[in-house]
């Protein structure tokens, strides 16, 4: 028989250490609002991938405490083990772009969420190297510039952690970096439901919500519950450039602009002639032999998550 309290499982290294300040008022807001639980504070990513797997058996919802990164790494154990398991999200992270799109991006709403216990399935999307899946995720998935700033922004974090909060500066370094090392644009075909384009891009983000690196809007009109995948491509330009799109991203107003493309689809693949990573809510992933990418497939996999909003 399945544990009727929530298992939240907090990742005190969320927000680059700063999650687990909030531990304390996040107890005392679930004990206010009279809400059965179990924490357990995680030591590690592996950690929390063990927990999930053992937790799937024995809750019927966990609940995971951290960012986008926690809430990933969750989802895929959750669809790995096949468990019929409800999945709650409180975002202690740096970006919280999920817990955004799903309205639980603060605490009261998180803990207003796990109260009333309303749930509702959504999609996922799905990346697979050839017929292998590799990777589920909740968010979104990128190919270029986001990728990199990813890298730059984590190995800054490791070196000089006070420099890494500074978000929008660390990030600015890490495009300046990536230009200055030529690492964008980068060749792209894209093919999706009988169409295709093709040229220099500095980015592709495939999404199954709307918001990415930290609240901008990148595609106005995904959903997590319709089906469909969207797909943001910006092409080749200059710096100055790159920061004005990103600056219209912020409203969701740089559709407009001649640089870039937005597309929706149950399904993108996306190949180049240069060897590419993919990042996907927080994670650098490569190929299902841990090789670069040579190609790969995003898929919607409809109604493949209960989740507490």
């Known amino acids: 028989m399945r544990n009727e309290r929530l298992s939240i499982l907090f990742n005190p290294s969320?927000?680059?250490?700063?999650?687990?300040?909030k531990k304390g008022e996040l107890e005392e807001r679930l004990r206010q609002s009279?809400?059965?639980y179990d924490m357990t504070v995680t030591r590690s990513a592996e950690n929390l991938r063990a927990l999930t797997r053992q937790h799937a058996k024995r809750y019927g919802a966990i609940v995971g405490a951290g960012g986008d990164s926690?809430?990933?790494?969750?989802?895929?154990?959750?669809?790995?083990?096949?468990?019929?398991?409800?999945?709650?999200?409180?975002?202690?992270g740096s970006s919280n772009d999920i817990a955004k799109e799903f309205g639980v991006d603060s605490l009261e709403k998180a803990c207003l969420a796990l109260k009333n216990m309303r749930t509702k399935k959504i999609d996922l999307g799905g990346i697979y190297d050839g017929e292998e899946q590799v990777r589920c995720f909740l968010g979104q998935a990128n190919i270029g510039v986001g990728v990199f700033v990813n890298q730059y922004v984590s190995q800054l974090a490791q070196r000089r952690p006070?420099?890494?909060?500074?978000?929008?500066?660390?990030?600015?370094?890490?495009?300046?970096?990536a230009y200055r090392d030529k690492k964008i644009p980068?060749?792209?075909?894209?093919?999706?439901?009988?169409?295709?384009?093709?040229?220099?891009?500095?980015a592709a983000?495939?999404?199954?919500?709307r918001y990415w690196a930290t609240g901008k809007i990148i595609n106005p009109n995904a959903r997590p519950d319709d089906g469909k995948l969207d797909a943001c491509l910006i092409r080749k330009c200059s710096f100055l450039r790159l920061a004005r799109i990103s600056s219209l991203a912020n409203s969701g107003k740089h559709g407009k602009a001649n640089e870039v493309d937005i597309f929706q689809s149950r399904?993108?693949?996306?190949?180049?002639?240069?060897?590419?990573?993919?990042?996907t809510d927080g994670e650098i992933l490569r190929g299902s032999d841990h090789s670069l990418f040579r190609k790969a497939t995003f898929r919607i996999l409809p109604q493949a998550l209960n989740i507490i909003c």
């Open 267 to 279: 399904s993108f693949e996306i190949s180049s002639i240069t060897p590419f990573i993919i990042q």
């Open 34 to 36: 009279g809400i059965p």
């Open 205 to 209: 983000v495939v999404s199954n919500v």
């Open 70 to 92: 926690t809430f990933h790494i969750i989802i895929n154990e959750i669809m790995a083990a096949g468990a019929d398991v409800n999945f709650g999200m409180i975002a202690v």
């Open 14 to 21: 969320a927000g680059m250490g700063k999650a687990l300040r």
């Open 186 to 202: 980068l060749p792209l075909a894209v093919e999706f439901e009988a169409s295709r384009v093709e040229g220099e891009y500095m």
């Open 162 to 177: 006070k420099s890494a909060e500074r978000q929008t500066v660390a990030g600015i370094r890490g495009i300046i970096r």
